[in-house]
């Protein structure tokens, strides 16, 4: 799979802030439910390693919007007291795969405007 992730510095990824971009993106194409017709998948890239992670939840299977619960271990860097993730390195961003190539938000919301 390839991919076109940046490298995003001092900004862990955690549930507010996957909440918060979903309020920036809505309406552009860059959400889950906006662009899903379009054959966009939610997905994580770990900017470090360049690897894909299809967004699932915490029995493995494949979820429709982002979901923190999924991803390996090795990315997770707290949980809470009930064992759930609050976030994970800030090498991880959030974006979609579409015919097996990673785009962040921006990106899928380009290609889904036009």
Do not use: W
Not at 1 to 12: A, F, L, N, R, Y
Not at 41 to 61: Q, R, V
């Amino acid at each position: 799979m390839s991919h076109h992730c940046s490298q995003v510095k001092d900004m862990h990824l955690c549930k507010d802030k996957l909440e918060k971009e979903n309020l920036e993106f809505t309406g552009t194409g860059g959400v889950s439910k906006e662009n899903q017709s379009l054959g966009f998948s939610p997905a994580f890239c770990d900017t470090e390693t360049g690897k894909i992670y299809l967004s699932c939840h915490k029995d493995g299977t494949q979820a429709a919007i982002h979901m923190l619960d999924g991803l390996p271990e090795k990315l997770i860097i707290a949980r809470d007291l009930h064992n759930n993730i609050v976030s994970v390195k800030s090498s991880v961003i959030p974006g979609f795969v579409k015919d097996d190539e990673f785009y962040t938000r921006k990106q899928a919301a380009v290609l889904a405007s036009g």
